[in-house]
C-alpha cells in the first residue's frame, strides 16, 4: 500500500476506513456494536442486531433480504472517535456471501481481524485474510473471548505468524485467561488496564504506570500472576518484533490486542490503535492513474449494490467509495460509463443505524446513491475525468443452475429480472447461444435460495432451479480471429453474460485445458474486471 506523499486535508486526514473480518461467532457483531456504543453511534449495547451473522438461518436470511431496510443500513457505519471518523464497512459473514466481501475489501483502507482467543485461526479467517492480503491491507488483529478459558497467548501468536505467514507485534498483553483474567498490560503505553466484570458497557479502569519494575503493578495484580506477566513479557519483548509503522502499513505486521468484546474490554485500546496507526484513506487505482485521497476533484466508485427498502419501486442504493475531493450534496458528477451527467440530489450517509442526509462527505467516506439502476458496480462518478478504476473483480461461480419462470409466458419477465440480479451483483447471469432459457451462477448455494426468494417477492414471479449440464464458466478473450473459430466450432459450450461477454461452459478442467492447448490465442479466464 501507497503511502501519500503531500499531506492531506485534515477533513481527509482524520478518516479511518475499515472493515472486521473475522470467522463466525469470533465476536465481529459484538465488536461492531461496541465500535458503535463508544463511537457515541448508539445508547446501548444491543441495538445492532440481534443475533450474529453466524447463527443466521436460512429464514433469517429470507427476512434479512426482505428488510433490506436493516442490512442496508449496515452496510456502512460512520462514526466519530476522539478526533477520527470511522468509516466501517460490513462485510457478510456467511461464507456463500464471498464475492460481496472480496468486493467490499475494495472499498477499505484496513481490516481489524477478530479471532477467538481458544479458537485462534479458523478457516474462514484464512480466507479473508488471503483476500486482505491480495491488496496489502493492513491488518489489526483483536484476540476476542479472553474472559473464557484461552490459548497460551504465545502459542496464539505463533498460530497467527505460522497460518498466515505475518509478523505479530503484541500492543497488549493478558494477564491470566477465563476466570482469572484481569485486563491487559498495555506495551505500547506502559499501563495496566483493568476488566471490569459487574459492568459490561464500562470502559476498562486504566492505571499509569512507570514500565514493569513499577511497585504500583502489586496493587492489582496477585503476586504469581505478576511474576508470569513480568517473564512473559520480558520474553516477548526479545522474541517478537517491536511494532513498527510502516510494516504494518504495507501488510506484513499486524498487531495485536488482546481483550472481551462482550465486557467492553480492549475494545477502546483497538479503535486507538486504528486511529493512530491508520492509514488515512489511501490512493486508489484506476486503469489511467492512482487517484490520490487529497486531489481537489470529487472521483468515486461504487463497490456494492443493494436493492433498496421498498421493492416494489426495485429502487436500489449504489454505495460509493469516494476516492478523492470533498462532495457536497446536490453535485453533478459525470457517470463515466453512460458518460451522462447526475446530479446527486440525495446521497445517504449511514450514521449507524439511522441513514442520514449527506451534505457532504471526503474521500474515505461511503455514501449510498439511490437509484434505478443506473449504477451498477465498477462504475465511476467523477467530476469529469474518465476515470475506470480497477480491482473490483467479477469471479467465474462455482455453481451453476438452469432456471426458469413457473409460468412459460412470463419468460420476458424473468429476463428482465434477472438482468437486474445481475447488476446488483446477485448472480450472474448467462444465456446460452443455443436454446432458451437462462443460467444462473452463483459462489455460495444460499445465493439461489436468495434469487429465488426475492424473484418472486419483489417481481412475483416463481421461478424453478434445476441442474445444469454444466459446473464452470471462464470468461473469453483474446485474439479476435481466433476467438469466433473457437465459438463456431463450440456452440454448445458459448454463453454470453449480463454485459453482453463470451462465457465458455463447461464441467470439465480437462475441456478447459484443451481450450488451451488447441486455441493458443484465447484464453479463458475465472475473473472479469468490473469497470
Ligand atoms: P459473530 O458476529 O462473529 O458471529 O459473533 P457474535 O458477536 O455474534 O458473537 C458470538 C458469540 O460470542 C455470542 O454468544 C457473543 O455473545 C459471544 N461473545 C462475543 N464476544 C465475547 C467475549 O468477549 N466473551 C465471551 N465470553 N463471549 C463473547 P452467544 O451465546 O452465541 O449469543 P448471545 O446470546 O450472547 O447473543
Same mark, same amino acid.
Given at each position: 500500500?501507497?503511502n501519500?506523499?503531500?499531506?492531506?486535508? +485534515?477533513e481527509? +486526514?482524520?478518516?479511518r476506513?475499515f472493515?472486521?473480518?473475522?470467522?463466525?461467532?469470533?465476536?465481529?457483531?459484538?465488536?461492531t456494536?461496541?465500535?458503535?456504543?463508544?463511537?457515541?453511534?448508539?445508547?446501548m $449495547?444491543g441495538q445492532?442486531? *440481534?443475533?450474529?451473522?453466524?447463527?443466521?438461518t436460512?429464514?433469517d436470511f429470507m427476512k434479512m433480504?426482505?428488510?433490506?431496510g436493516?442490512?442496508v443500513?449496515a452496510?456502512?457505519m460512520?462514526f466519530?472517535f476522539?478526533?477520527?471518523?470511522?468509516?466501517?464497512?460490513?462485510?457478510p459473514? %456467511?461464507?456463500?456471501?464471498?464475492?460481496?466481501?472480496?468486493?467490499?475489501?475494495?472499498?477499505?483502507?484496513a481490516?481489524?481481524?477478530v479471532?477467538?482467543?481458544a479458537?485462534?485461526?479458523e478457516?474462514?479467517?484464512?480466507k479473508l485474510?488471503e483476500?486482505?492480503?491480495?491488496?496489502?491491507l493492513?491488518i489489526l488483529?483483536?484476540c476476542?473471548?479472553?474472559?473464557?478459558e484461552?490459548?497460551d497467548t504465545f @502459542?496464539?501468536?505463533?498460530?497467527?505468524q @505460522?497460518?498466515l505467514?505475518?509478523d505479530?507485534?503484541p500492543?497488549?498483553?493478558?494477564i491470566?485467561s477465563g476466570?482469572?483474567f484481569l485486563?491487559?498490560?498495555d506495551l505500547l503505553?506502559?499501563?495496566?488496564?483493568?476488566?471490569d466484570?459487574a459492568?459490561?458497557n464500562?470502559?476498562a479502569e486504566?492505571?499509569s504506570i512507570?514500565g514493569?519494575d513499577?511497585?504500583?503493578l502489586?496493587e492489582h495484580?496477585p503476586?504469581d500472576?505478576?511474576k508470569?506477566?513480568r517473564?512473559?513479557i520480558?520474553?516477548a519483548?526479545?522474541?517478537m518484533p517491536?511494532?513498527?509503522?510502516?510494516r504494518?502499513?504495507?501488510g506484513s505486521?499486524t498487531p495485536?490486542w488482546f481483550g472481551?468484546?462482550i465486557n467492553s474490554f480492549g475494545v477502546? @485500546? #483497538?479503535?486507538?490503535?486504528?486511529?493512530?496507526f491508520?492509514?488515512?484513506p489511501?490512493?486508489?487505482?484506476a486503469?489511467?492513474?492512482?487517484v490520490? $485521497?487529497g486531489e481537489g476533484?470529487?472521483a468515486?466508485?461504487v463497490?456494492?449494490?443493494?436493492?433498496?427498502?421498498d421493492?416494489?419501486h426495485r429502487?436500489r442504493?449504489a454505495f460509493?467509495? #469516494?476516492?478523492?475531493?470533498h462532495?457536497e450534496r446536490?453535485?453533478k458528477l459525470? %457517470?463515466v460509463?453512460s458518460k451522462?451527467?447526475? $446530479?446527486?440530489?440525495n446521497?445517504?450517509?449511514?450514521?449507524?443505524?439511522d441513514?442520514?442526509l449527506?451534505? @457532504?462527505a471526503w474521500a474515505?467516506?461511503?455514501?449510498g446513491?439511490p437509484?434505478h439502476g443506473?449504477?451498477?458496480i465498477?462504475d +465511476?462518478l467523477?467530476?469529469g475525468?474518465m476515470?475506470?478504476?480497477t480491482?473490483?473483480?467479477?469471479?467465474?461461480?462455482?455453481?451453476?443452475?438452469?432456471?426458469?419462470a413457473?409460468?412459460?409466458m412470463?419468460a420476458? %419477465?424473468?429476463?428482465?429480472?434477472?438482468?437486474?440480479f445481475?447488476?446488483?451483483?446477485a448472480?450472474?447471469v448467462?444465456k446460452p447461444?443455443?436454446?432458451?432459457?437462462f443460467?444462473?451462477?452463483?459462489?455460495?448455494a444460499l445465493?439461489?435460495e436468495v434469487l *429465488?426468494?426475492?424473484?418472486?417477492v419483489?417481481y412475483g414471479l416463481?421461478v424453478?432451479?434445476e441442474?445444469?449440464?454444466?459446473t464452470?464458466?471462464r470468461?473469453?478473450s483474446?485474439?479476435?480471429?481466433?476467438?469466433?473459430a473457437?465459438?463456431s466450432a463450440?456452440?454448445q %459450450?458459448?454463453?454470453t453474460?449480463?454485459?453482453g461477454?463470451?462465457v465458455?461452459?463447461?464441467?470439465?478442467q480437462?475441456?478447459i485445458?484443451?481450450?488451451?492447448r488447441d486455441y493458443?490465442k484465447?484464453? #479463458?479466464? $475465472?475473473?472479469?474486471e468490473?469497470m
Amino acid at each position: 500500500m501507497q503511502n501519500q506523499t503531500s499531506p492531506l486535508p +485534515a477533513e481527509i +486526514a482524520r478518516r479511518r476506513t475499515f472493515a472486521i473480518i473475522a470467522h463466525p461467532d469470533a465476536g465481529k457483531t459484538t465488536l461492531t456494536e461496541k465500535f458503535l456504543l463508544f463511537g457515541g453511534a448508539i445508547q446501548m $449495547a444491543g441495538q445492532v442486531r *440481534a443475533k450474529g451473522e453466524a447463527r443466521r438461518t436460512r429464514s433469517d436470511f429470507m427476512k434479512m433480504e426482505q428488510d433490506r431496510g436493516i442490512s442496508v443500513s449496515a452496510s456502512a457505519m460512520s462514526f466519530d472517535f476522539g478526533q477520527f471518523r470511522f468509516n466501517l464497512v460490513d462485510t457478510p459473514g %456467511h461464507s456463500d456471501f464471498s464475492e460481496d466481501t472480496y468486493r467490499t475489501l475494495t472499498a477499505v483502507d484496513a481490516a481489524v481481524m477478530v479471532i477467538d482467543g481458544a479458537k485462534g485461526v479458523e478457516s474462514q479467517t484464512r480466507k479473508l485474510f488471503e483476500v486482505c492480503r491480495l491488496r496489502d491491507l493492513p491488518i489489526l488483529t483483536f484476540c476476542n473471548k479472553m474472559d473464557r478459558e484461552a490459548r497460551d497467548t504465545f @502459542e496464539i501468536i505463533d498460530e497467527i505468524q @505460522e497460518n498466515l505467514a505475518i509478523d505479530v507485534s503484541p500492543a497488549s498483553w493478558p494477564i491470566g485467561s477465563g476466570r482469572d483474567f484481569l485486563g491487559c498490560y498495555d506495551l505500547l503505553h506502559d499501563r495496566l488496564e483493568l476488566m471490569d466484570r459487574a459492568d459490561r458497557n464500562r470502559v476498562a479502569e486504566t492505571v499509569s504506570i512507570s514500565g514493569l519494575d513499577d511497585p504500583k503493578l502489586a496493587e492489582h495484580i496477585p503476586t504469581d500472576m505478576l511474576k508470569k506477566l513480568r517473564e512473559e513479557i520480558e520474553m516477548a519483548r526479545e522474541l517478537m518484533p517491536a511494532f513498527d509503522r510502516e510494516r504494518f502499513l504495507e501488510g506484513s505486521m499486524t498487531p495485536i490486542w488482546f481483550g472481551s468484546a462482550i465486557n467492553s474490554f480492549g475494545v477502546k @485500546e #483497538l479503535m486507538t490503535g486504528i486511529g493512530e496507526f491508520g492509514p488515512e484513506p489511501q490512493p486508489q487505482k484506476a486503469a489511467e492513474r492512482m487517484v490520490p $485521497a487529497g486531489e481537489g476533484k470529487v472521483a468515486g466508485f461504487v463497490f456494492k449494490v443493494q436493492a433498496n427498502m421498498d421493492a416494489r419501486h426495485r429502487d436500489r442504493v449504489a454505495f460509493i467509495r #469516494l476516492a478523492s475531493g470533498h462532495f457536497e450534496r446536490g453535485m453533478k458528477l459525470i %457517470h463515466v460509463r453512460s458518460k451522462k451527467p447526475m $446530479a446527486v440530489t440525495n446521497p445517504v450517509l449511514f450514521l449507524a443505524a439511522d441513514r442520514e442526509l449527506a451534505e @457532504e462527505a471526503w474521500a474515505g467516506d461511503i455514501i449510498g446513491i439511490p437509484n434505478h439502476g443506473q449504477l451498477r458496480i465498477g462504475d +465511476a462518478l467523477t467530476e469529469g475525468e474518465m476515470l475506470h478504476f480497477t480491482g473490483i473483480p467479477s469471479f467465474a461461480p462455482e455453481l451453476l443452475q438452469n432456471i426458469r419462470a413457473g409460468d412459460p409466458m412470463k419468460a420476458k %419477465h424473468l429476463e428482465k429480472a434477472l438482468m437486474q440480479f445481475a447488476e446488483e451483483g446477485a448472480a450472474k447471469v448467462f444465456k446460452p447461444s443455443i436454446g432458451s432459457g437462462f443460467i444462473v451462477g452463483v459462489v455460495g448455494a444460499l445465493q439461489f435460495e436468495v434469487l *429465488a426468494s426475492r424473484i418472486e417477492v419483489e417481481y412475483g414471479l416463481p421461478v424453478r432451479l434445476e441442474s445444469s449440464q454444466f459446473t464452470s464458466a471462464r470468461w473469453v478473450s483474446g485474439d479476435k480471429d481466433a476467438v469466433e473459430a473457437f465459438v463456431s466450432a463450440n456452440k454448445q %459450450h458459448i454463453a454470453t453474460d449480463n454485459d453482453g461477454d463470451l462465457v465458455f461452459l463447461t464441467r470439465l478442467q480437462w475441456d478447459i485445458d484443451r481450450v488451451a492447448r488447441d486455441y493458443p490465442k484465447v484464453s #479463458l479466464t $475465472a475473473t472479469k474486471e468490473m469497470m
